[in-house]
């Protein structure tokens, strides 16, 4: 349950988030950020656990509708978060998406499939969310988000998930790095938009 952060060019200790879970999700920004689900550091049974950090302290906040195994899923901020998919042990997996206005949760558009450990990137309203893993292995699609609908779009170059993601990426500029294929990869990918062309790019 250990927590740093990240204060541009060394990293801080901070107050330990009072859940200790890995797998978890998350969305916001430094100085008021949530950490969403995972598990129990020692097992695999999912939470509904939400915790926000303020710069300061952590408090806990509404648990999740349903317990969900995140790795690195979550986007937007601490008032507009999304989380799409998620997953319980045993090869449990969803194509639900919960929408947090800050104080309580509500159902988004379902997701095209069933995935955990996607990554995301952008405002809840404008996000994309690209790579997983679903049955019967890891992801190469990608799809737009406009706060209602999901679009698909250009598909990764290397399929993966539980990449790095850049969280303030936006459905025309983020990027990706890392993650399992299932093996780790270090490959790096930008995603852009230009002259009505989409692409996904290795770096």
């Known amino acids: 349950s250990g927590a740093s952060e990240w204060g541009g060019s060394s990293w801080t200790s901070i107050p330990a988030r009072p859940t200790d879970a890995r797998y978890v999700g998350g969305f916001g ?14 097992g695999i049974t999912a939470s509904t656990n939400v915790d926000k950090w303020n710069g300061t302290s952590w408090t806990s906040e509404t648990a999740l509708p349903v317990a969900k195994l995140l790795a690195s899923g979550g986007s937007g901020i601490e008032t507009a978060g999304l989380v799409v998919g998620g997953g319980q042990h045993p090869g449990i997996r969803f194509d639900t998406v919960d929408e947090y206005n800050g104080s309580s949760w509500s159902a988004g558009g379902t997701y095209p499939a069933p995935v955990d450990s996607i990554m995301q990137a952008g405002p809840s309203a404008s996000a994309m969310a690209f790579g997983g893993s679903a049955s019967p292995g890891r992801l190469s699609e990608s ?7 999901w679009t698909s779009s250009a598909n990764l170059t290397t399929a993966r998930s539980a990449g790095a993601r850049s969280i303030d990426g936006t459905t025309s ?31």
């Open 173 to 203: 500029a983020c990027l990706i790095a890392g993650g399992t294929m299932p093996g780790n990869t270090n490959a790096t990918e930008e995603f852009s938009v230009a002259d009505a062309a989409v692409t996904f790019t290795a770096s």
């Open 29 to 42: 920004t430094g100085t008021n950020g949530c950490m969403v689900g995972g598990a129990t550091w020692g």
């Open 143 to 149: 799809n737009s988000y406009d706060g209602a609908t």
